[in-house]
């Protein structure tokens, strides 16, 4: 069974500060992986999304990277600002199989102004 | 912008009431999926259906039925409910019925069964 671990599970840094976020995932048969952002109390929001074929994605100051062999993505978020406090989840999609994604537990971070 | 529409921000149900979430997309989505969020738990998967009247069990579909009667309408019903369904229900849809695209999810409804 696909697991999704992401660390660390809290993060606070001044604003300004590039930060690197961290996902691993113990099945490396996947077919994409996502990015989300969560602000409290709400829905989820699709960041970046990455095919198994890609190595990264970029979305403004975003920058996603996947290595399938090794189980991990980072996403990367430069000059950080007071508005981008709010949780990022990743989750991954199944090569086979169950049309599903399995997510990990999330990276709450809060930027400092 | 895709929309997905979740038809209550907060709901306050007493145990053993039948419950009904709905969810409506309005992309002509053919996967749509439902969540709950706990803390500590992340999100879990209960249900998603691929197709008008087709749906699949997740990993926590106990206690939980489904609905999906037209394309663009998504329901979980509580057949009777629990104070350990009190959750975050999270509605989402997505494009392609074959392969995963881009996972779209609604506000969530703050369901609290007392």
């Known amino acids: 069974k696909q697991e999704v671990t992401q660390i660390p599970a809290a993060l606070s840094v001044p604003e300004g500060e590039n930060l690197v976020l961290n996902c691993s995932f113990t099945?490396?048969?996947?077919?994409?992986l996502q990015w989300f952002r969560q602000d409290p109390g709400k829905g989820l929001t699709s960041l970046l999304l990455?095919?198994?074929?890609?190595r990264e994605q970029t979305s403004g100051r975003l920058n996603a990277s996947l290595d399938k062999s090794s189980g991990r993505s980072t996403l990367y978020i430069a000059a950080s600002q007071p508005g981008d406090s709010a949780t990022y989840l990743c989750a991954v999609s199944p090569d086979t199989g169950r049309r599903a994604l399995t997510f990990g537990s999330g990276t709450r971070l809060q930027v400092q102004p | 912008d895709v929309k997905v529409t979740q038809s209550s921000r907060y709901l306050v149900k007493r145990t053993g009431e039948k419950v009904f979430l709905e969810c409506v997309q309005d992309?002509?989505?053919?996967?749509m999926f439902w969540y709950r969020q706990d803390p500590g738990l992340g999100l879990r998967l209960i249900y998603f259906s691929y197709d008008v009247k087709m749906k699949e069990k997740g990993d926590i579909p106990e206690g939980y039925s489904v609905s999906r009667e037209k394309k663009e309408r998504f329901s979980l019903i509580l057949e009777s409910a629990s104070t350990n369904q009190t959750s975050m229900y999270l509605c989402a849809s997505s494009l392609l019925s074959t392969r995963h695209e881009k996972l779209f999810f609604g506000s969530g409804t703050q369901l609290s069964v007392l």
């Open positions: 992309m002509d989505h053919e996967n």
């Open positions: 990455i095919q198994s074929s890609q």
């Open positions: 099945d490396s048969a996947i077919y994409n």
